[in-house]
């Protein structure tokens, strides 16, 4: 390369026009606490525009249904100041949001099931040159919870503390 070329790619490179580097999060996200907070900033800090993948209730077979509907789930995610684009996921095929953000990064979540190798593999499948990452968690302390369906369990426990009292 020369050194005119090496110069023009680097303006190239700071050129407000050139595409943001894209990180895409994904989750069930219902009910929003701390921890999906911690996540998300942590995701967007590894590019320039953060994409999030809602989860449709069809895909969540690993624990019970979410309560919020997809779309609440959403627009939930997207009010967050974090997130620049929050869009539901698809009932079948993940190929499809996936194509449609063209990722760079793609982080999973701590405690998420997907392994990264694999993910990785089924990316380039799709053709997507993406790395994939993985995020760290967030410890909840006093009283503990930062989990979604700790907190639907606790609500359970207090209804069923607090029903004989009635
Ligand atoms: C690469 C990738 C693409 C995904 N695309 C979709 C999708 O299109 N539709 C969907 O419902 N879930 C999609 N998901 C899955 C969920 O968003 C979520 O990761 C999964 O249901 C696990 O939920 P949890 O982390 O909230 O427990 C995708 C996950 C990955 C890793
Ligand atoms: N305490 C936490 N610290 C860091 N990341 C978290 C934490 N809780 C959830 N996340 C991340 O947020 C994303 C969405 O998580 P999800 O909707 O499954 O919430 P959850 O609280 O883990 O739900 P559940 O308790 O039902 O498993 C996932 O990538 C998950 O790893």
């Known amino acids: 390369m020369t050194e005119s ?5 680097h303006e190239q490179e700071r050129s407000p026009a050139r595409d ?9 996200f ?4 701390p921890g999906h907070v911690h996540y998300l900033e942590e995701a967007a800090a590894l590019g320039e525009k953060l994409h999030v993948i809602v989860a449709r209730p069809e895909t969540v077979d690993h624990k019970p249904a ?9 627009d939930a995610v997207a009010a967050l100041e974090v997130v620049d684009h929050a869009r539901l996921g698809h009932p079948e095929d993940f190929s499809v ?24 593999a089924m990316l380039a499948d799709w053709g997507i040159d ?3 990452e993985r995020a760290s968690g ?12 700790e907190i639907k ?9 607090d029903v004989p009292r009635r």
């Not at 967030?138 to 369906?149: F, K, T, V």
């Open 66 to 74: 979410p309560i919020v509907p997809a779309p609440q789930r959403r």
């Open 130 to 132: 993406c790395r994939v």
């Open 20 to 28: 943001p580097t894209r990180v895409v999060a994904q989750g069930t």
């Open 97 to 120: 949001p996936i194509r449609a953000i063209d990722p760079d990064v793609l982080v999973l979540g701590h405690d998420q099931h997907h392994d990264e190798r694999e993910v990785a």
């Open 5 to 9: 070329e090496s110069e023009h790619e």
């Open 30 to 33: 219902d009910l929003l606490h």
């Open 153 to 161: 369990e606790r609500v359970r426990e207090r209804r069923s503390v």
């Open 138 to 149: 967030l410890e909840a302390d006093g009283d503990r919870l930062h989990s979604s369906s």
